[in-house]
Nanobody, 121 residues
Framework: QVQLVESGGGSVQAGGSLRLSCELS????????MGWYRQAPGKEREGVAT???????TYADSVKGRFTISQDNAKNTLYLQMNSLKTEDTAVYYC????????????????WGQGTQVTVS
């Protein structure tokens, strides 16, 4: 029932910026904790950032200070603002959602988006 659809991926030069979006449909956005993962060819999928229902955030060390995760409940949308992009940021980026159960049960997500390609050259 719940669907996540990412958008905003594309190609950008190193040092540039890109903003990814993820729209949730099929349920109330505020019922979910949200996050972003990424996967480069031949590598495991890795967590990038999360945001709790109280807007508290976490970031992977590799993106801290460069990426910002945020959410807009009115638009049912999650964002990832990516600045100072590096070639090693090249990957397919996936939106993820966890059903809030009094806390955010971060682990294997309940739902995944289809992914959006980010290429930094």
């Amino acid at each position: 029932q719940v669907q996540l659809v990412e958008s905003g991926g594309g190609s950008v030069q190193a040092g540039g910026s890109l903003r990814l979006s993820c729209e949730l449909s099929g349920d109330t956005f505020s019922n979910y904790c949200m996050g972003w993962y990424r996967q480069a060819p031949g590598k495991e999928r890795e967590g990038v950032a999360t945001v709790d229902t109280d807007d508290s955030t976490t970031y992977a060390d590799s993106v801290k200070g460069r990426f910002t995760i945020s959410q807009d409940n009115a638009k049912n949308t999650l964002y990832l603002q990516m600045n100072s992009l590096k070639t090693e940021d090249t990957a397919v980026y996936y939106c993820a959602a966890w059903l809030w159960v009094g806390y955010c049960p971060f682990g294997i997500p309940n739902y995944w988006g289809q992914g959006t390609q980010v290429t930094v050259s």
